[in-house]
């Protein structure tokens, strides 16, 4: 279901198959799934001034200035949100100085919503060592997918990549709060990005994406964001598609291991940027290798950013 839209009586299976018809280990995945998402329906971390944001802007009539006085009148909001306008990710060739000319910068729209993704960031802070590991993770994500959608003239890709790759691996954080400790162990033995999901199937019959996709949905976080976070570990379901959700499921699966290469303490081996080239999601979003490595120098500092400003 990578173009539909989903209602509140969408079957769990959905969001994940495409359309194809379930199986009954996907059945029983669907019914495993359903009984985990009750348990993180009242985990919903959005603050009040966040979820008014978004129901105001929500509306056809909003008015920039009452975002503004909305924004100023939660001073560590406004301050974040001021960080973020003079970050690379906004090509702050200008300092912004005020949270009038933020929203002009990033629009009334894109704040709002990136305003849920820092307030979902939270959910990060208690939980230790994995949780931060996850945090820098998704933060690095998100910058290295923004730049690429950016170097791909891809506007409309780029502010949804920035907001699914903060809240792409949420579905991790979800899982570890149910203080499975052997998840939590293997998590931060390896946080490569093409295995966890693999383990967590087997064992579960759903991923951290799935779970990921599905939660967001219910906290009513805006289509398609929950869509490219719930395939993000499925890129059969991009084979034959065009539009902007397989472009940003392609662009942040390319970033998710971009990130995970840029922890590594040296630079990759020629032949790991011709392999990322040659992948399927290199090829789909078309980057090939000699881009890759004119702009990996560029990557690094967008993600060196991300990772500070959403600590
Ligand atoms: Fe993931
Ligand atoms: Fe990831």
Redesign the pocket.
Known sequence: MLTGERSQDTPLEELWLDGAMPSEGDRAAARSLAARLGEFEGLRPFPAVVQELVEYIGRPDFKVDRVRQMIESDPALASRIMRVANSVAFRAYEPCTSVANAIVRIGATNLAHLSMAMAAMTFFKDLGGVGMRIRDHSAGTAAVARELAFRMGLSVVSSKVLLAGLL??I??LLMIQTGDHDYATSINQDLS?NT??KREMQRLGF???ML?GHVLARWNLPEPLPQIVAC??QPQLLQGKAGVVPMAISTLRLA?TIDWLLAQPQDPDPIVLKKLALSPDGVYAGFGEDTLRDLWDDLRTARAEARSLFR
């Open positions: 792409h691996d579905g991790k990005p966890a999901h991923d951290h994406a990921g993000h570990h998710d």
